[in-house]
């Protein structure tokens, strides 16, 4: 009687015990999934400072790529001519092209390259508000009203900073940038 007790004792010690081991590390997953990581996405151009600065002001251009000792650099004229030829330059790029998150994930969008992007969403896919650099695609209207529209100008992303994206809802999202249209990500929300 007193061996059965003693079990029955055992059992009902042991069992709440093993419970709660179990259960710690879900308690942690629940954690986790509250305060998931960011995805980070970086933005990359390589404008060249003489050419672009010489058309649209000092200090427009800061290129981090190293383009005064090695062919890191585009000159203005030379990515205009490649857009309007319908070959934008793979400089001026996201990346990735394409993410999956879960949802709640933020994004962070930082621009390494040397001039300012945008990273605006968008319904589909198509030019930006500078029609010369759009390769023959209309402009999208979420672009469309450039910096004077308050829409547009939230999404701007100055060189060396960054924007934080949250919120978005389940299903695919289309990112593009309204200066350099071909510059776009796709964002898979599960
Ligand atoms: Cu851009």
Do not use: Y
Request: charged share 20%; aromatic share 8%; proline share 8%.
């Amino acid at each position: 009687m007193r061996f059965v007790t003693i079990r029955l004792l055992a059992t009902l010690l042991i069992a709440p015990l093993t419970l709660w081991l179990l259960s710690a590390p879900a308690a942690l997953a629940e954690e986790e999934r509250a305060a998931p990581t960011p995805v980070q996405i970086v933005a990359l151009d390589e404008c060249d400072p003489t050419t672009f600065n010489a058309v649209l002001g000092p200090d427009f251009c800061k290129n981090v790529a190293l383009a005064f000792v090695l062919p890191f650099a585009t000159t203005f004229d030379h990515l205009f001519a490649e857009a309007a030829a319908g070959a934008p330059d793979p400089g001026w790029d996201f990346e990735p092209d394409r993410v999956a998150i879960r949802k709640g994930t933020p994004l962070i969008v930082v621009n390494q390259g040397g001039e300012p992007h945008t990273f605006t969403e968008v319904a589909k896919f198509g030019g930006g508000f500078v029609p010369p650099l759009n390769g023959g695609e209309a402009t999208v209207p979420e672009c469309a009203g450039g910096f004077k529209d308050v829409a547009v100008a939230r999404t701007r992303i100055l060189q060396g900073s960054q924007l934080q994206v949250t919120g978005l809802s389940k299903g695919e999202h289309h990112f593009e940038c309204c200066i350099h249209p071909w510059m776009r990500v796709t964002v898979e929300v599960k």
